[in-house]
């Protein structure tokens, strides 16, 4: 009979699997971090070598990692394409913190989550037939250095308080100079965009609520979809 991993398939929303591949000789960190290796798993264009394994985890949602535990964490990263489906990736928003607990990801797992991002009340992205009517802080023209100056910024930037209802996010940020800054999410805002494809918008989720979609991960892992 063929052992089945336990955390293979979690199906958390999008997420699939939590993985992280790590040298052997860091195994207990993260056996002690929860991470089991596995044998054999699926990483489009890359092979372990011979010092390395591969481990899975379990992500931690917002609610169970503790809201209070986040207060006061300061960002030092921020990524608009977290997660991977192997040739490509989904769009996750991930903000990179750093606490008394460590080094964290605070990752909003839905479908091009940029697009239903607002910080200071203007989107973060959206397809570029729709720039001159939404005006997003990232323009496709522009886009990495749009991105660099929106980490330096944000990475002066400490979390005051996070504000979870059934299906919208507020993180309260507050800045070096004593201003509050916020990044928000909603099932459903006309602030955010029409999809390129479809010329339509969406909801950021279908089931389930707001805090179901943000997860807690370790650094230097990925989440699989």
């Not at 903000?95 to 989107?123: M, N, P």
């Amino acid at each position: 009979m063929l052992f089945k991993h336990q955390f293979l398939n979690l199906n958390i929303g999008l997420v699939k699997e939590n993985f992280a591949v790590v040298k052997k000789s860091e195994k207990a960190l993260w056996e002690a971090r929860g991470f089991k290796k596995i044998r054999k798993y699926p990483i489009y264009g890359y092979k372990p070598n011979s010092s390395e394994i591969i481990m899975l985890g379990v992500p931690t949602s917002i609610e169970d990692f503790g809201y209070k535990t986040l207060k006061n964490s300061h960002i030092i990263d921020v990524c608009t394409c977290y997660g991977t489906y192997g040739m490509g990736g989904p769009g996750f928003f991930g903000l990179k913190l750093q606490g008394e607990y460590g080094v964290r990801w605070l990752t909003y797992c839905i479908w091009v989550a940029s697009q239903h991002i607002l910080f200071d009340d203007t989107v973060l992205e959206c397809h570029p037939k729709y720039e001159k009517t939404y005006s997003p802080l990232l323009s496709s023209e522009n886009y990495s250095n749009d991105l660099q100056r929106f980490k330096e910024l944000l990475s002066e930037m400490v979390i005051k308080e996070i504000v979870v209802l059934e299906e919208s996010i507020e993180i309260i940020l507050i800045d070096n100079h004593g201003l509050l800054h916020s990044v928000k999410s909603y099932k459903y805002s006309n602030k955010f965009p029409e999809q390129g494809g479809t010329g339509m918008k969406r909801n950021s989720f279908e089931t389930g609520e707001m805090k179901d979609y943000w997860l807690i991960t370790y650094d230097e892992t990925d989440l699989m979809v």
